[in-house]
């Protein structure tokens, strides 16, 4: 079955300051990596995707970066913070053999 | 363009009541059809799906969703509410366009169900 690592589940970081959440997938080959951002507890705000190592599409302009070092990792990055990167952010993977997306668990992220 | 609308921020029910959680999509061609579920704090988890076939199809812990393509809606559905179906569902359309490998997902608002006990 497939599983999706992400961590750390919460991060407490200051104003200006960098920023590098990770996800990994097992139990996929070559799956389609998402990176979210929920506010609030609500809606889902697609930020980054890829559909292979390397290969990264962002959907809104803003102060993050993805990264796609290898095929089951996917890595979300800042290099300074600001408080409106606060929220929730998960990571997503649909399998090639897939049409339903799996998510990790989440990490809770508050600029201060 | 793709759209999901869940109508309802907010649905009450009673525990042991049936309950209804409306979805409706706009998409062209034959879409993908998905709820999730999200308990605080936690990722998402995959409930069920409609791809072809049966417009009624059943998923985790007792949710069923019917597809009506004539009202392009997919409503969640469960008989009997369990105070522990407490929870963020979020309605999800996954269009059969465009290029490549792409599979966005087009997400609905989401839904904040709550049972009463």
């Known amino acids: 079955s497939q599983t999706i690592h992400q961590w750390p589940a919460t991060l407490v970081q200051p104003v200006g300051s960098p920023l590098s959440l990770e996800c990994t997938v097992e139990?996929?080959?070559?799956?389609?990596l998402y990176w979210y951002r929920q506010a609030a507890g609500r809606g889902l705000q697609l930020l980054f995707y890829?559909?292979?190592?390397?290969?990264i599409s962002s959907e809104v302009p803003q102060n993050l970066s993805a990264s796609r070092p290898q095929d089951r990792q996917f890595i979300l990055s800042s290099k300074k913070l600001l408080l409106s990167d606060s929220g929730f952010y998960l990571c997503?993977?649909?399998?090639?053999?897939?049409?339903?997306?799996?998510f990790g668990q989440g990490t809770r992220l508050t600029v201060v | 363009a793709q759209s999901v609308a869940q109508p309802e921020d907010q649905v009450n029910v009673a525990e042991g009541n049936p309950l209804t959680v409306k979805c409706t999509y706009s998409?062209?061609?034959?879409?993908?059809l998905f709820w999730y579920v999200q308990y605080p704090n936690r990722g998402l988890q995959f409930l069920l799906k409609?791809?072809?076939?049966d417009n009624l199809v059943k998923g985790s812990y007792g949710f069923e969703a019917e597809f009506n393509k004539s009202q392009t809606s997919f409503h969640l559905k469960k008989p009997s509410a369990l105070v522990s179906d407490s929870a963020l569902y979020f309605c999800?359309?996954?269009?059969?366009?465009?290029?490549?490998?792409?599979?966005?997902?087009?997400w609905g608002l989401g839904t904040s169900l709550a049972v009463n006990p």
């Open positions: 997503a993977a649909i399998g090639q053999s897939n049409t339903e997306a799996f």
């Open positions: 139990g996929t080959s070559n799956p389609n």
């Open positions: 890829s559909v292979g190592i390397g290969q």
């Open positions: 998409v062209s061609g034959n879409p993908y």
């Open positions: 409609y791809i072809t076939g």
């Open positions: 999800a359309v996954r269009g059969l366009s465009g290029a490549g490998n792409n599979r966005k997902l087009i």
